[in-house]
């Protein structure tokens, strides 16, 4: 392969609720990055419902493909590769993307590159003028996972510690639900956690550290419900901002400190966010305070890179593609547990 021409990648991203197609050249600069949101149509309904966002990208999926080719100022025909998200993520959506891929593939005559979602959220860290180059831990903290991930070079990794039950997000959204804020709910608890204090006692002995890298939110999730619960029977007017604020110091504390305790063992200088719940501004100051005290190098993606996207699926598609890793074929099918 010529080292000295530039790569474009169509990348395509489906897996829950964003339609989105994005043009990036050599897997670092964003051409074009469109996202067509459902989050208004699921709203209504607390959450995420399959059927309609799989409906929902059938009828988005072609206007989004050519205002993304007609952003970024190229034709189909320049395309180096298409890249797309086949897992994990909600079958029906992830479907939509893959025969998309699989017609643009087949149709432009160009390779098609089958790309993990959590590893296009880590790759969103590449865009937009970063100078970042692996090796360096990720912390990837979104609705469907919470990981620390040795990232080694552009395709290898190593994952150090998980969640053992709920993700972070997942966690998010669901004491959002219970204070009857909207969803998405980490937005609106972001938003309310500004005007309130983290000093309620009750996630004291809730257990969010597990042992190691490992994270746990299913009892800091059962200690936000029951306190809830116990106000609202004794007839207490419920601090909503309080709550907020607490939750989110005790959900986010743990990434923060595992995360820069990886690094450091790992003798890196660079440290990574990625995921939805990057987009927090608790857990974006914290890293920054934390990287300052350490001396070590903070990467975080700007807010439209945080959650789901098509740039970043073009972006790790890139170096699957320049390194030989994931090339499909017409078989390729959605993985949604991958
Ligand atoms: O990465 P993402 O867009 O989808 C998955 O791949 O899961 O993450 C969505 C998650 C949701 O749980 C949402 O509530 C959370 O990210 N999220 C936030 C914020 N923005 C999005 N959580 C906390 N604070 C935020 N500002
Ligand atoms: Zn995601």
Known sequence: MNAEKDIYILGIESSCDETSIAVVKNGRVVLSNIISSQID??????????????RNHTMAIVNVLDEAVKNAGISLDDIDAVAV???AGLVGALLVGVSAAKS???????????VNHIRAHIAANYLNNSNLVPPFLCAVVSGGHTELV???????YEILGSTQDDAAGEAFDKVARLLGLGYPGGPEIDKLAKLGNSNIEFFKHAKTISDGYNFSYSGLKTAAVNYIHNQKAKGNEINIPDICASFTYYAIEP????????????????????????????????????????????????????????????????????????????????????
């Open 85 to 87: 998200t086949y897992g």
């Open 255 to 338: 990434i923060v400190e595992k995360a820069f305790t990886a690094t450091l063992n790992l003798g890196y200088e660079n440290i990574a966010l990625a995921g939805g719940v990057a987009a927090n501004s608790y857990l974006r100051e914290r890293f920054l305070e934390m990287g300052e005290k350490y001396k070590v190098n903070v990467h975080i993606p700007p807010l439209a890179l945080c959650t789901d996207n098509a740039a970043m699926v073009a972006s790790m598609g890139y170096y699957n593609y320049i390194n030989n890793v994931n090339i499909a074929d017409m078989t390729l099918n959605a993985n949604p547990s991958l």
């Open 41 to 54: 149509i699921h709203k209504r309904f607390g959450g995420v419902v399959p059927e309609i966002a799989s």
């Open 104 to 114: 643009l593939s087949y149709m432009l005559k160009k390779p098609l590159i089958a």
């Open 150 to 156: 040795n990232i080694k070079d552009y395709i290898s």
